[in-house]
């Protein structure tokens, strides 16, 4: 089973490349509230929905104070023509060895089509400006899931 981070746990640390091949590290982002959100695959129907969701959504977003970032296997390259394609304006960053996925239990078995696989489960962390989770959310859908993450943090009131 994979460990599973809970509010309150000190977000893992990283240094991955975003679609420009510029390198993002966590830490430099202490001080910024963030949703971090992990995703199968960049330009697949499930992950096209969610990412544009929050592209719809990244005002409310912005105006609490937090900053999106996607995270997938996908190539450098492949983040940059679905950030393209799809009109993302929001960072999206390359994870190739899931290393990072795995630190955030974001990596494991899970049921697919009824058969038990590994791979990437599609989960969301908000992160304080410390760099605290302060919520994890594992197993989310695709759909309806960045409206949950909006009222979970108070952009729709």
């Given amino acids: 089973m994979t460990q599973r981070l809970e509010p309150g746990s000190a977000a893992p640390d990283f240094s991955l490349l975003d679609q420009d091949g510029s390198t993002v590290r966590l830490a430099d982002l202490r001080g910024q ?38 995270v ?22 390359s994870d190739p060895d899931h290393a990072v996925h ?24 908000v992160l304080d400006e410390d760099g605290t989770v302060s919520h994890a959310l594992y197993n989310v859908k695709a759909t309806g899931h960045v409206a949950r993450i909006r009222k979970l943090l108070g952009a729709d009131a």
């Fill in 33 to 70: 509230k963030v949703v971090l959100y992990f995703y199968p695959a960049a330009m697949t129907p499930g992950c096209t929905t969610q990412a544009c969701d929050f592209r719809d959504s990244i005002s409310s977003l912005q105006g609490l104070g937090y900053r999106v970032i996607g």
């Fill in 72 to 93: 997938s296997r996908d190539e450098p390259a492949k983040l940059a023509a679905f950030r393209e394609r799809d009109g993302l304006t929001f960072t999206l960053l």
């Fill in 102 to 125: 795995s630190a955030y239990g974001a990596w494991g078995e899970k049921m697919n089509y009824g058969k038990v696989v590994e791979g990437v489960i599609r989960s969301t962390f």
